[in-house]
Each structure stands twice: as structure tokens, then as C-alpha cells.
């Protein structure tokens, strides 16, 4: 039984590229999260996703983030034009109806 | 606003020595406080969830406790392997279903 699938693991882009971050929730879950870790900080929350419907992205940024999860496939975190800022690691985690969070091993993004 | 306070920010103890990391937590109407484990280069582990003031929960050495305002996780007789950094997180007052996350313990257990 898969847990939360996320990738690339790793992924490095130049300053103005597109980076693409996938996610596919455990089975049965319906609910899909994105968190931001920066190096030396906690996890915070970006945006809170159902199947085709943004329930609460009041954690993205205005500009150059976004994210969809689709009928079919994957959860996508997409972020346009990258600055150095954008470094970080970037964790999907998906739920049921229990409310627990179950969280995949990251995506970590260098923006060279 | 939603706060989630732990503390220490870090703990060294020896192979053995208990101890016990706080977290307090500034929500109303707590819908559950849930306890994470976070190994280096790795995504958050689910330890427990606890509902209500009084609950407790164990797993092998660890122990969780709720009271109205803040939990605590007990380490008993500690390992090595029971390095990481512990996460605490709780919904928020209002809004969606998510969890808003403290900044976390980091544990090192010295053999």
C-alpha cells in the first residue's frame, strides 16, 4: 500500500525556468496539502486541495504559485519564474476523513 | 491568531536520560493536536492524535499527554534512534482542514 508518492526528489532550476512539483495522495485519500519547509524553519501551509476544487490557498503566494489536482492524476505545485527564494523543500501530505495528515518524502527545489 | 509554540527549539540528552518537550498551542475550540516525527532529508512521520485534556497515547518509548493549552511528549529511556525532530501541529480556530505546524524540537540522543 504506496504512501504519498512525490516528485521529482530532487529538482534544480535557473532563476526564471518553471519548476513543477507532483503528487499523488495515499490511496483512498481525497484531501492533498501543500507545505513549504525552509532550511531551519517549520512546515507552512500553502494551499489545501480537493478533487478539481481549491478549498484553501490562503498560504500561496499571490504571484507565480499554483496549484491544481486534477479528475485524473496527480496533484501539481507550479511555480513560474523561480527566484533564489523559492529554495526550499516542498512536502504534499494527503488525508481521509480522520483528519490526520500523511505526509510524502518532499520535493527539494535549488534555484541556482 | 493561531499559534503553536515548542520548546526547547533543541535538547541533547544521553542514551537513557528522559525528558519531556512542550507544546502549547493558542487556538480555541481544539479539534485535535496531532505529534510528527521528522528524520534529516525526510517528510513527517504521523506519531499520535489527541482529542481531549486527559488523553494520553504511547508508542514504544514515547508518551503524549493533552492538557487545555498544551501537550507534552515524554521520552522514556531514549535510543539513539529516537533522533529527530518532533513536530506538534493543530487546526486552526477557523477556515478548512489543515494543520498550522510549531517550528519543533530537535532531539539528539548521545549513545
Known amino acids: 500500500n504506496a504512501g504519498v508518492m512525490q516528485n521529482p526528489r530532487h529538482l534544480v532550476r535557473r532563476r526564471g525556468q518553471e519548476a513543477r512539483l507532483r503528487c499523488s495522495p495515499m490511496k483512498g485519500h481525497s484531501h492533498v496539502y501543500w507545505y513549504r519547509q525552509l532550511p531551519e524553519e517549520g512546515l507552512k501551509f500553502m494551499v489545501y486541495?480537493?478533487?478539481?476544487?481549491?478549498?484553501?490557498e490562503s498560504g500561496m503566494p499571490k504571484e507565480r504559485f499554483s496549484a491544481e489536482f486534477p479528475k485524473e492524476g496527480p496533484s501539481i505545485l507550479r511555480i513560474q519564474q523561480v527566484v533564489r527564494g523559492d529554495s526550499a523543500a516542498y512536502f504534499c501530505?494527503?488525508?481521509?476523513?480522520?483528519?490526520?495528515?500523511?505526509f510524502g518524502e518532499g520535493s527539494r527545489l535549488t534555484v541556482l | 491568531e493561531d499559534q503553536v509554540t515548542q520548546s526547547p527549539e533543541a535538547l541533547r540528552l544521553q542514551e537513557g536520560e528522559s525528558s519531556s518537550l512542550n507544546c502549547s498551542y493558542t487556538v480555541s475550540g481544539l479539534r485535535g493536536l496531532f505529534w510528527y516525527r521528522q528524520d534529516p532529508g525526510k517528510g513527517p512521520e504521523f506519531l499520535f492524535t489527541l482529542y481531549s485534556a486527559g488523553e494520553e497515547k504511547e508508542k514504544e518509548r514515547l508518551k503524549a499527554t493533552l492538557t487545555k493549552k498544551e501537550s507534552f511528549l515524554h521520552i522514556t529511556a531514549p535510543k539513539p534512534e529516537d533522533s529527530a525532530t518532533y513536530l506538534c501541529a493543530v487546526p486552526p480556530t477557523k477556515g478548512a482542514q489543515k494543520l498550522v505546524f510549531g517550528q519543533g524540537t530537535r532531539l539528539t540522543i548521545n549513545p
Open positions: 501530505a494527503s488525508s481521509g476523513d480522520t483528519g490526520e495528515l500523511f
Open positions: 486541495l480537493q478533487k478539481e476544487n481549491i478549498i484553501d
